[in-house]
């Protein structure tokens, strides 16, 4: 009976701490506005200032997945989350430019958490719920919400010096509550004769690559919205603070929770069917969020008629919240595809998705910011999302033109939607 219950209460601390692993790696995006408005920031140095934690965060998620299949998921995650502690109580004494980026840099090893997470909770399950297990923890994106939710609170009763200290304390408290609640398991851990060149070997299938970019999409777009979305609102539509991190959250908690829901769509359907309609959707949605507020005079034949074109702040939170819902699935699609694929490396594989996923989620608010001070107009950031999923519908759909038509016979073929 005790045994039964391990698998449910390894899901459950772990899906807790990534979620609060999650809300740390995400703090910038609250924090970082007092600290541009201190600072007298650009969008470009702003767009570094945030996204400088994902970078560490993407770095290290290919190391972190290694060490998992070798050593466990449970020491190295405990490990993980006490190394972040000092970084995070240090920010609140940052007072230079250089100071915040150094400090994000270690702090944004909680990102990595995810890369652990993932082949550790999957071995507890069995193939055909390992779908839905990621999932549930995948939903520890929803982290990126509690931000949104309490940080704004943090720092208008005591500061923004608080929000890190208070942080580093939900942390520590965190990783000592894992560590109460999971379990090892020896035989979910590799060969010990496995070298770092032989675990790496499976990045020559060219699977691997395609995964990577369908994630840079669906988990670096969120990533990188999530860290933009509040300073959005408050430069497009006047809110404040507390509002505009509200208003974000719209976003990033479908985005986190709904992830779940992706497990259990993709066990059912399959990834790849699940991923193909991800894609068109955000497709849709950012066509639509890329147009800028406009203002034109049209000649009628009973004279000039001013129109003015744009989205208000409801059409633009529901567009928002019908994106999150789908990088939400998105998400649990892809690392279906890795689960069935690669179940005895899922650890490796994983941190290489996800590396390509935190790195577009480094990337894309650098980018953000630069093409914000070049053109004057905030949404070209939806602007540049909506060619990327272009490019990874395009990619998506002549990649596996050519594994439709090597289906064995007797199998039922792989149909490629058209």
Same mark, same amino acid.
């Given at each position: 009976m005790g045994t039964d ?7 459950a601390?772990s ?6 692993c999650?809300a740390i790696?995400?703090?910038?995006a609250v924090?970082g506005?007092p ?9 470009t ?7 400088t934690p994902?970078?560490t965060?993407a770095l290290?998620?290919?190391?972190? *997945?290694i060490?998992?299949?070798r050593?466990?998921?449970r020491?190295?995650?405990f490990?993980l989350?006490?190394a972040c502690?000092l ?5 609140g004494y940052a007072?230079?430019y250089w ?10 090893l909680?990102g990595?958490? %995810? ?6 909770v999957?071995r507890w399950? $069995? ?5 839905f297990?990621?999932?549930?923890f995948?939903? *520890?994106n929803?982290?990126s ?7 704004p ?7 923004w010096?608080a929000?890190?200290q208070?942080?580093?304390?939900l942390?520590? *408290? ?9 379990y090892s398991n020896p035989?979910?851990r590799?060969?010990g ?10 990045l020559?299938?060219?699977?691997v690559?395609r995964y ?6 669906v988990?670096?777009g969120?990533?990188?919205l999530?860290?933009?979305m ?13 509002h505009?991190?509200l208003?974000?959250?719209?976003f990033?908690?479908?985005g986190?929770v709904l992830?779940?829901l992706?497990?259990?769509i993709?066990?059912k359907?399959g990834?790849y069917?699940v991923t193909?309609?991800?894609m068109w ?7 639509i969020?890329?147009?800028?507020q406009?203002t034109?005079?049209?000649?009628t ?7 003015a074109?744009?989205?208000?702040p409801?059409?633009?939170?529901v567009l928002?919240?019908?994106?999150g819902v789908?990088?939400a699935?998105? $998400?649990a699609?892809?690392f $279906?595809f890795i689960a069935?694929?690669f179940?005895?490396n899922?650890?490796?594989v994983?941190?290489v998705v996800g590396?390509?996923?935190?790195? *577009?989620?480094?990337i894309?608010p650098?980018m953000f910011?630069?093409i914000v001070? %070049?053109?004057g107009?905030r949404?070209?950031s ?10 990874s519908?395009i990619?998506?759909?002549y990649s %596996?033109k050519?594994q439709g038509?090597?289906?064995?016979a007797?199998?039922?073929?792989l $149909?490629?939607?058209?």
């Amino acid at each position: 009976m005790g045994t039964d219950r391990r698998p449910f209460s390894v899901l459950a601390s772990s899906t807790f701490a990534f979620t609060i692993c999650f809300a740390i790696w995400m703090m910038f995006a609250v924090l970082g506005i007092p600290i541009k408005t201190q600072l007298g920031l650009n969008e470009t140095q702003f767009g570094l200032l945030v996204a400088t934690p994902v970078l560490t965060g993407a770095l290290t998620r290919v190391p972190l *997945g290694i060490w998992t299949d070798r050593f466990g998921g449970r020491i190295v995650f405990f490990s993980l989350m006490l190394a972040c502690v000092l970084p995070i109580w240090l920010i609140g004494y940052a007072t230079q430019y250089w100071h915040f980026l150094a400090l994000g840099l270690f702090v944004g090893l909680a990102g990595g958490s %995810f890369s652990v997470g993932t082949p550790y909770v999957a071995r507890w399950y $069995k193939q055909e719920r390992r779908g839905f297990a990621m999932g549930v923890f995948g939903a *520890g994106n929803s982290g990126s919400a509690l931000t949104k939710f309490v940080a704004p609170a943090i720092i208008a009763a005591w500061g923004w010096q608080a929000l890190p200290q208070s942080y580093a304390a939900l942390m520590l *408290g965190t990783a000592v509550l894992f560590w109460l609640f999971s379990y090892s398991n020896p035989s979910h851990r590799s060969a010990g004769g496995s070298t770092f060149s032989q675990q790496l070997a499976v990045l020559k299938d060219p699977r691997v690559w395609r995964y990577c970019q369908y994630y840079s999409v669906v988990f670096g777009g969120y990533v990188a919205l999530a860290l933009w979305m509040t300073k959005y609102y408050v430069g497009e539509y006047g809110f404040d603070l507390k509002h505009a991190a509200l208003l974000a959250a719209c976003f990033s908690l479908p985005g986190g929770v709904l992830r779940a829901l992706g497990g259990w769509i993709s066990d059912k359907y399959g990834a790849y069917k699940v991923t193909w309609w991800v894609m068109w959707v955000c497709w849709v949605c950012f066509f639509i969020l890329s147009y800028p507020q406009t203002t034109m005079r049209v000649q009628t034949v009973d004279g000039g008629m001013d129109l003015a074109l744009g989205l208000g702040p409801v059409s633009f939170t529901v567009l928002l919240f019908v994106v999150g819902v789908a990088m939400a699935v998105g $998400k649990a699609s892809v690392f $279906k595809f890795i689960a069935d694929d690669f179940s005895d490396n899922i650890g490796a594989v994983s941190g290489v998705v996800g590396l390509a996923g935190g790195l *577009g989620g480094f990337i894309l608010p650098i980018m953000f910011g630069a093409i914000v001070d %070049f053109t004057g107009i905030r949404s070209s950031s939806f602007m540049l999302l909506y060619g990327t999923v272009c490019v990874s519908l395009i990619w998506m759909h002549y990649s %596996f033109k050519p594994q439709g038509l090597a289906t064995p016979a007797g199998a039922a073929p792989l $149909k490629r939607a058209a």
